[in-house]
């Protein structure tokens, strides 16, 4: 089920989908002379899409609201009562020994670690929860996680690993007879976090969402740059992220995960 999931939803992506189109607008165009108003139609179809999912303002609009559902983790008020774990959720990584452990680890990894251990050391006597498996590499996820916590400054003994979880749903179920009713802090992407946030609340924990790596900023714009009148790559990961996760909130509502 994992494999036929990951599969499916790549079809679904705004690159491959608009791709697809195309492709078949245009073997209908050069092989078939009675679709030829069809394939112009899944040309246009496919170019429109792949334009669409590439600017500024549409990736933005579909992507802010799932990030700013929870505010960021204010560490100057604390946390009443006091976390007993701070979970990191895992994401990526590529154990190649010729490179140091943070470019293993993908930029959603070591983003989400900082985070965790300014959470940690903000809250002395909390243990760090490191989660991810070895479904995409020899190494499990959790592992480097692990290794990069305690590289910068984090003790073994505060540090709980969990290579078994390849996903969110698989982390919460890991997740719960560790944390049980204590306080979590649950840190992960803010583009990741509601859907997070339904599925630990449906495992039975009361978590505490700190989300990191917001991929939409706001700020005063003090000139205009010429670029968001192009189409950009960022823009289109962007648009990637925000259909992934309603498919993925889609797929776990439908399964009665949430």
Known sequence: MFVFKKIVSQFLMPLAASTLLMLVGLLLLWFSRRRQALGK?????????LLVSSYVWPAAALLRPIERTHPALDLTVPLDPAPQFVMVLGSGNISDPDLPLTSQLDEAAVVRLVEGLRVYHRYPGSKLIVSGGDYYDLQAHAV??????????????????????????????????????????????????????????????????????????????????PGTAFPQPRSLDNTTRAVYEYLGYLWSWLRGAL
């Open 41 to 49: 139609a899944l040309v246009t179809a496919g170019l429109a899409l």
């Open 144 to 225: 480097l996680q692990a290794q990069l916590a305690r590289e910068l400054g984090v003790p073994d003994e505060d540090i709980i690993v969990l290579t078994e979880p390849d996903d969110t749903e698989q982390e919460a179920a890991l997740a719960a007879p560790i944390v049980g009713d204590a306080p979590l802090v649950l840190v992960t992407s803010a583009s990741h976090m509601r859907r997070a946030i339904a599925l630990f609340q449906g495992a039975g924990m009361a978590a505490v969402p700190a989300p990191t790596q917001h991929r939409i900023k706001d700020a005063p714009m003090t000139e205009f740059w």
